[in-house]
């Protein structure tokens, strides 16, 4: 059962243009969201995240948006650059007794930016 | 100025061996995890510990074994290695705010396959 969901495999945007990746969750105690580039042969690093308090946050670029009641995330790049290609993960999170630091992902979307 | 590091980056082993990949981290995070990433999968939780001393099973536990004897040290065990089992391993930490884990600091990941 695939609590965090990315539909989207892969994505190819023209450098300069918005990069839009989306991702779904299906358990509604999750609180917390977190995205994650990777590069390969390399770990995830951690990008942005959000609490379900707020339906936005930005930081430079990159702007993540949440839409609590269709249980439905976004990551916004802006500008795109081709050093922006990498593979993307979103992740969620639930607070609570047990639950603390328990990180679940997604699939992860490739991006690709071309120059 | 390490952050997260893991040993082996690589390894070979013959279905039924064991080993014990290693995970350290110089940051004084109180949380650690491990994580596989396979093609379509993402990354999947394998264990977790929120503390030295207190682990936790995640989404794919079995076949593994871990414990939390240091701050610093996280070793995961595969007890009798199984070609399932071939995947690129990531350990990850991350302090703590308002009893949260925030975002992890991800080791460079070892690349396990089981023949």
């Known amino acids: 059962d695939q609590q965090v969901k990315q539909n989207s495999p892969s994505l190819s945007v023209q450098e300069g243009r918005i990069s839009i990746l989306n991702c779904d969750y299906t358990?509604?105690?999750?609180?917390?969201f977190l995205w994650y580039k990777k590069y390969p042969a390399e770990g995830p690093t951690f990008l942005i995240s959000?609490?379900?308090?707020?339906d936005k946050n930005e930081d430079g670029r990159f702007t993540v948006f949440l839409n609590k009641s269709a249980k439905h995330l976004s990551l916004h790049i802006v500008p795109s650059q081709p050093g922006d290609s990498a593979v993307y993960f979103c992740?969620?999170?639930?607070?609570?007794?047990?639950?603390?630091?328990?990180?679940?992902f997604g699939q992860g979307t490739t991006l690709q930016v071309k120059p | 100025n390490a952050g997260v590091t893991q040993t082996p980056k690589f390894q070979v082993l013959k279905t039924g061996q064991s080993m014990t990949l290693q995970c350290a981290q110089d940051?004084?995070?109180?949380?650690m995890s491990w994580y596989r990433q396979d093609p379509g999968m993402g990354l999947r939780l394998i264990h977790y510990?929120?503390?030295?001393?207190?682990?936790d099973q995640g989404e794919v536990p079995n076949g593994y074994n871990v414990s939390r004897s240091t701050t610093e040290d996280f070793p995961l065990r595969l007890l009798s290695a199984a070609p399932s089992q071939t995947s690129v391993y990531f350990c990850?930490?991350?302090?703590?705010?308002?009893?949260?884990?925030?975002?992890?600091?991800f080791g460079s990941g070892t690349r396990l396959t089981v023949v």
């Open positions: 358990n509604s105690m999750f609180d917390y």
């Open positions: 990850a930490s991350s302090s703590t705010t308002r009893g949260r884990a925030e975002g992890y600091t």
């Open positions: 940051m004084n995070h109180e949380y």
């Open positions: 510990s929120v503390g030295a001393g207190i682990t």
């Open positions: 992740a969620a999170s639930r607070h609570g007794s047990g639950n603390t630091g328990k990180l679940i």
């Open positions: 959000i609490s379900s308090i707020k």
